[in-house]
């Protein structure tokens, strides 16, 4: 059974940077479209960004377009959010996702799921 497990957490003061990776264990999931979603305290979660199975094609959300860039290292089986300009609103724990399914992903309705890591943004 194959799991996500993302790292890079942590505090930063608002407009640094961070950089967020999620790997997996399973050579499928380097083909898999992978996502980011994030969840703040009393809130909803929603979806960040997501790449596809190649890394060719990239998708934001409009809150984080311009300041957060997926990559995909297929050598290392991750995928990568590089997260500049960060904002107090950006704080949450995030958590990355993969299937095969592109719309799954999407739609948070993904088969595979990370256990989260915290962001903080101080202002």
């Known amino acids: 059974q194959g799991q996500l497990v993302e790292s890079g957490g942590g505090l930063v003061q608002a407009g640094g940077s961070l950089r967020l990776s999620c790997t997996a264990s399973?050579?499928?999931?380097?083909?898999?479209?992978v996502g980011w979603f994030r969840q703040a305290p009393g809130k909803e979660r929603e979806f960040v960004a997501s790449?596809?199975?190649?890394?060719?094609?990239?998708f934001y959300a409009d809150s984080v377009k311009g300041r957060f860039t997926l990559s995909r290292d297929k050598a290392k089986n991750t995928v990568i959010v590089q997260m500049n300009s960060l904002k107090p609103e950006d704080t949450a724990v995030y958590y990355c996702?993969?299937?095969?399914?592109?719309?799954?992903?999407?739609?948070?309705?993904?088969?595979?799921w990370g256990q989260g890591t915290q962001v903080t943004v101080s202002s």
């Open positions: 996702t993969a299937d095969k399914d592109i719309l799954a992903v999407a739609h948070g309705s993904a088969a595979y």
């Open positions: 399973g050579r499928a999931f380097n083909n898999f479209p």
């Open positions: 790449i596809s199975g190649g890394g060719g094609t990239t």
